[in-house]
C-alpha cells in the first residue's frame, strides 16, 4: 500500500512538474528556456513511454504521456514568442534634452539682458560664448539670475521642427525628455507645466529630471551638452549650437530635421558619416 501511495505521488509530480512553467511562459514567452533542454526533455520523456508501453508498467507510461503533451505545449509557446518578437518592430530609446535643444532658451534671455541693462547685444555678437560668459563680469551673476525665475521656462518657443519631430520619434520610438533640472531647481514645476502643454504625447512617465544623464539607460541621448555623453553608455548625439561648436568628440546633429533624417527616415539621403551613425545605433538598439 505504502509503495503503491508513494508511486502514485512521484507520479503525479514529475507528471504535472511542466504545469508551472507553462503558466510563466505563457507571460514571457519562454524567453528564458533553452530549445536544449526543451529537446532533451522530449526525448526523455518519449524514451520513457517506449520503456513504459514495452514493459507495461502502466503509472511510468500514462505519467510520460502527460509529461511528453506538456513539454510539447512548451516548445509551442517558446516557438511563438520567439517568432512575436522576431517581428516585434525595434523601439530606440531615445532621450532627449530640454533647454536649447527642444525649447529655444537664447533669445529671451538675451532680451531680458538688454532690457535690464540697456543693451542691444544679438546672438550673433556672442560667438561661441554663452551669454553668462560674455557680459562683463559685474553682471554674470545678475544673468545668471534671469533663468532662475521660475516664470522664465513658462512661455519659451521650439527650436525649428523640433515639436513635430519629438512627435513623430515618440510614435516610432520610446522617447523620453531628461532635462538637468537639477542646474535649476526652480525651474522644476514650469518645465512640468511647459511640458504637459506643449508635448502632450510624452506621458509624464516619460519626463526625467535628472542631474548626471550618464545614470539613463538609453539607447541615444541626444543633447546640446556634451558633459553628459561622458558617462552615457549609449549613443550621444550632439545637438549643435554655438557654445558647443569647439567640441569634436561625439556625432553631431545639426538640426531637427536632421534628426529626422537620421532616425526616422530609412534612407538617409546625405551625411554618409550619420547613415554609419545610424547603423551603429540601431545595431546596439536591438531591444525586444
Ligand atoms: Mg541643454
Known amino acids: 500500500m505504502f509503495v503503491t501511495v508513494v508511486g502514485g505521488l512521484a507520479t503525479l509530480c514529475s507528471s504535472f512538474a511542466l504545469l508551472p512553467q507553462i503558466l510563466r511562459a505563457r507571460r514571457d514567452g519562454g524567453r528564458g528556456l533553452s530549445y536544449g533542454m526543451l529537446g532533451l526533455y522530449l526525448a526523455g520523456t518519449l524514451l520513457w513511454l517506449t520503456y513504459g508501453l514495452d514493459t507495461g508498467a502502466t503509472a511510468v507510461a500514462v505519467a510520460n504521456v502527460i509529461a511528453t503533451t506538456l513539454v510539447s505545449i512548451l516548445i509551442v509557446i517558446k516557438a511563438m514568442g520567439t517568432k512575436a518578437r522576431a517581428e516585434a518592430p525595434r523601439k530606440l530609446r531615445i532621450a532627449i534634452d530640454m533647454d536649447e535643444t527642444i525649447v529655444d532658451i537664447l533669445p529671451k534671455h538675451l532680451r531680458l539682458y538688454n532690457e535690464a541693462f540697456g543693451e542691444n547685444l544679438t546672438i550673433a555678437d556672442?560667438?561661441?560664448?554663452?551669454?553668462?560668459?560674455?557680459?562683463?563680469?559685474?553682471?554674470?551673476?545678475?544673468?545668471?539670475?534671469?533663468?532662475?525665475?521660475?516664470?522664465?521656462?513658462?512661455?519659451?518657443?521650439?527650436?525649428?521642427?523640433?515639436?513635430?519631430?519629438?512627435?513623430?520619434?515618440?510614435?516610432?520610438?520610446?522617447?523620453?525628455?531628461?532635462?538637468?533640472?537639477?542646474?535649476?531647481?526652480?525651474?522644476?514645476?514650469?518645465?512640468?507645466?511647459?511640458?504637459?502643454?506643449?508635448?502632450?504625447?510624452?506621458?509624464?512617465?516619460?519626463?526625467?529630471?535628472?542631474?548626471?544623464?550618464?545614470?539613463?539607460?538609453?539607447?541615444?541621448?541626444?543633447?546640446?551638452?556634451?558633459?553628459h555623453f561622458a558617462r552615457f553608455r549609449g549613443k550621444g548625439l550632439l545637438f549643435d549650437a554655438p557654445h558647443n561648436r569647439d567640441e569634436k568628440r561625439y556625432a553631431r546633429v545639426k538640426?531637427?530635421?536632421?534628426?529626422?533624417?537620421?532616425?526616422?527616415?530609412?534612407?538617409?539621403?546625405?551625411?554618409?558619416?550619420?547613415?554609419?551613425?545610424?547603423?551603429?545605433?540601431?545595431?546596439?538598439?536591438?531591444?525586444?
Open 126 to 227: 556672442l560667438g561661441q560664448k554663452e551669454l553668462e560668459h560674455f557680459v562683463p563680469k559685474d553682471r554674470a551673476e545678475a544673468t545668471e539670475r534671469m533663468i532662475l525665475d521660475r516664470s522664465f521656462f513658462r512661455d519659451l518657443p521650439f527650436l525649428p521642427e523640433a515639436r513635430e519631430t519629438v512627435k513623430a520619434l515618440a510614435e516610432r520610438h520610446e522617447v523620453f525628455i531628461a532635462t538637468a533640472a537639477m542646474d535649476v531647481p526652480t525651474s522644476f514645476d514650469a518645465k512640468y507645466a511647459w511640458l504637459r502643454e506643449q508635448m502632450p504625447f510624452i506621458p509624464t512617465s516619460h519626463i526625467i529630471f535628472c542631474g548626471d544623464k550618464g545614470a539613463l539607460d538609453m539607447d541615444v541621448l541626444i543633447d546640446d551638452r556634451a558633459r
Open 255 to 288: 538640426d531637427w530635421a536632421e534628426v529626422r533624417r537620421l532616425l526616422l527616415d530609412p534612407e538617409p539621403a546625405e551625411a554618409p558619416g550619420f547613415l554609419q551613425t545610424k547603423t551603429v545605433v540601431l545595431e546596439t538598439a536591438a531591444r525586444q
